[in-house]
């Protein structure tokens, strides 16, 4: 009876971390790799990749520049990396509506909207806080060091050399315009910029990586329960 308490626990045990895991929405695939499988991209672990490889002296680029090395990535045997993709989060942009502090407009705090990579990773990811909450009062635990402090770099949750400062996204406010989509690391803003402004570059690409498979939960259980089975027969004989 010990014995099947045992394996009985180990079965649930399992179960329950496999399920954990499948639910969470950011998962470490090594080498350098995270994967959101909500999103269904795979980020660079490095959010300054760009400085760490040598590419560029601090990582920071105008746009062009930015989406140029995104585009000539090669990481992990994959070589369709690009910026973050940034699409309206209501039907339609707000180019020139007021900053919303509730998350319901491209221009503004508390996006959590899957249509912004960024974003989501800033807020639903990594769970850091905006400059202003969603009633739009100040936040003093604002920023990736989580007490409004600006400048500089933190390793928050899975995610390592995290800036405090701008970075792009992938879109233009139009074709050819002379402006883009940015993200800000310090204050959880999302804004358009001026393309020619120097912001940090954060590298992903679409889908999942190839990773070593995990035991499914039915398997697990299913083991088990055949080793329970198994004790039973043997205790019959």
Do not use: C
Not at 221 to 226: V, Y
């Amino acid at each position: 009876m010990k014995h099947q308490k045992t394996l009985l626990a180990v079965a649930l045990l399992a179960s329950a971390a496999v399920t954990g895991t499948a639910q969470a929405s950011l998962v470490d695939r090594g080498n350098g790799l995270l994967y959101d499988n909500v999103l269904n991209v795979t980020w660079l672990q490095d959010a300054n990749y760009a400085k760490t490889s040598g590419y560029d002296a601090d990582g920071r680029m105008n746009w062009s520049g930015a989406t140029t090395w995104a585009a000539n990535l090669s990481y992990g045997g994959y070589n369709d990396w690009r910026l973050a993709s940034n699409t309206p989060v209501s039907g339609g942009t707000n180019y020139n509506d007021s900053i919303r502090d509730n998350g319901t407009t491209d221009y503004g705090y508390n996006i959590t909207s899957p249509h912004s990579e960024l974003a989501y990773m800033y807020y639903v990811n990594l769970g850091l806080n905006g400059y202003r909450n969603t009633s739009g009062v100040v936040q003093a635990n604002f920023g990736i060091f989580g007490n409004g402090t600006y400048g500089g770099q933190n390793n928050v949750g899975l995610a390592n050399n995290l800036q405090s400062n701008g970075y792009w996204s992938g879109a233009e406010v139009s074709p050819g315009s002379g402006f883009a989509w940015a993200f800000g690391g310090g204050s959880g803003l999302q804004a358009i910029s001026e393309k020619g402004i120097q912001f940090y570059a954060w590298a992903v690409r679409p889908g999942d990586v190839a990773t070593v498979p995990v035991p499914s939960t039915a398997w697990l259980f299913g083991s088990a329960l055949l080793g329970l089975l198994g004790l039973k027969k043997r205790k019959a004989v």
